[in-house]
């Protein structure tokens, strides 16, 4: 089966849906399926149409239902919205790093410092002594 009738397939698209679709006439449609040389820019667009994420660094996901999908999921897609607090969202993460670095520097600071000897400890070696 060839690229162009498989994306057309995976569309639901009959000949002339397909042919409409990418801009030409039937017979131009139907040539480029029994040849198999359609321009790169209709096999793009079907290829989008079905779902496929057609640039680089995108293969293998896909969009189904107004979801994309990372290869291999079919389940929890992102959705536009997603995209749009992606940015919100890695501002947020590197808040929390910065947050998280001061935090662990304050830490640090604390655990140089000489510790002062527990009194509990003292006492209760001290009670130990004198009963001893």
Same mark, same amino acid.
């Given at each position: 089966?060839?690229?162009? @009738?498989? %994306?057309?397939? +995976?569309?639901?698209?009959?000949?002339?849906?397909? !042919?409409? &679709?990418?801009?030409?006439? %039937?017979?131009?449609?139907?040539?480029? @399926?029994?040849?198999?040389?359609?321009?790169?820019?209709?096999?793009?667009? %079907?290829?989008?149409?079905?779902?496929? &994420?057609?640039? &680089?660094?995108?293969?293998?996901?896909?969009?189904?239902?107004?979801?994309?999908?990372?290869?291999?999921?079919? +389940?929890?897609?992102? #959705?536009?919205?997603?995209?749009?607090? %992606? &940015?919100?969202? +890695?501002?947020?993460?590197?808040?929390?790093?910065?947050?998280?670095? #001061?935090? @662990?520097?304050?830490?640090?600071?604390?655990?140089?410092?000489?510790?002062?000897? !527990?009194?509990?400890?003292?006492?209760?070696?001290? +009670?130990?002594?004198?009963?001893?």
């Amino acid at each position: 089966m060839s690229v162009l @009738r498989a %994306l057309q397939q +995976r569309c639901g698209f009959s000949n002339s849906q397909a !042919a409409v &679709v990418c801009g030409v006439t %039937l017979r131009t449609y139907r040539r480029w @399926r029994c040849q198999g040389n359609p321009t790169p820019a209709a096999v793009r667009l %079907l290829a989008i149409l079905a779902g496929f &994420v057609p640039w &680089v660094g995108w293969e293998d996901w896909e969009v189904d239902r107004g979801y994309l999908f990372p290869p291999g999921f079919s +389940r929890h897609g992102l #959705t536009p919205a997603d995209f749009h607090t %992606l &940015v919100f969202w +890695r501002q947020l993460v590197t808040a929390y790093a910065q947050d998280n670095a #001061t935090l @662990r520097a304050q830490l640090a600071d604390l655990s140089a410092l000489p510790q002062p000897p !527990a009194t509990a400890t003292v006492t209760a070696l001290q +009670r130990a002594s004198a009963a001893g």
